[in-house]
């Protein structure tokens, strides 16, 4: 097994774009949260959607185990003037005191192990203010994660499953896509992926 993943040493070089631009459902959420929103960045890495909605006046808490990426989003948020609250944290135990209006966890899911995983949708759940958003996306088992990562992927999700956990709240968004791409220091790769955004109904 591979030691650490391809992002862990990319990380290091703190003005390098290891995953590009924010996702594009950001900037709809952006002008749709409440004034002063507060939001929760699970499996944060950089913060390229931290710092986005960092940007737009949000209260943001990121979080990521990865001690490199925290210390990177934490120089690009002094270098930008932005305000994130950031910790070092595995989601696997995940303790969470406060609730939020939007909370993500993209890209991280499929990173820990399926026990964790389906129970920590409900957690992020019941966290959400009502009328707040979740946004996840998840590798599906669709395509076989490369070989650089199969280590690493170690609870992809089945395809479609990922929107089961939302069928009782409000799709805004889910699209289920293949996506090829490369970063540095690892090889040209495909994944399958399920993207969710929903809302949290608002209780009469």
Same mark, same amino acid.
């Given at each position: 097994m591979n030691k650490s993943p391809f992002w862990e040493k990319a990380y290091r070089d703190k003005d390098a774009n290891v995953f590009g631009k924010p996702s594009r459902e950001f900037y709809d959420l952006a002008r749709m949260l409440p004034r002063n929103a507060s939001v929760l960045d699970l499996g944060c890495g950089e913060g390229r959607n931290a710092l986005f909605l960092a940007q737009q006046g949000y209260k943001v808490t990121a979080v990521d185990i990865s001690e490199v990426a925290i210390e990177k989003l934490k120089y690009l948020a002094n270098k930008e003037g932005f305000n994130i609250n950031l910790a070092i944290a595995d989601i696997r135990h995940l303790n969470l005191e406060n609730t939020y209006d939007l909370i993500v966890a993209h890209g991280c899911l499929h990173l820990i192990e399926?026990?964790?995983? #389906? /129970? =920590?949708?409900? #957690? =992020?759940? $019941? /966290?959400? @203010? @009502? $009328? $707040?958003? @979740? %946004? %996840? #996306? %998840?590798? #599906?088992d669709s395509i076989a994660p490369p070989e650089d990562l199969k280590d690493f992927c170690v609870g992809l999700f089945k395809e479609g499953e990922l929107f089961e956990f939302y069928a009782d709240w409000i799709d805004y968004f889910k699209d289920t896509y293949v996506i090829e791409e490369e970063h540095p220091g690892s090889p040209r790769h495909r994944h399958s992926l399920n993207k969710i955004v929903a809302q949290k109904p608002i209780k009469k």
């Open positions: 399926r026990e964790y995983s #389906t /129970a =920590l949708i409900p #957690t =992020l759940k $019941g /966290a959400t @203010n @009502n $009328g $707040g958003y @979740n %946004v %996840v #996306t %998840v590798f #599906t």
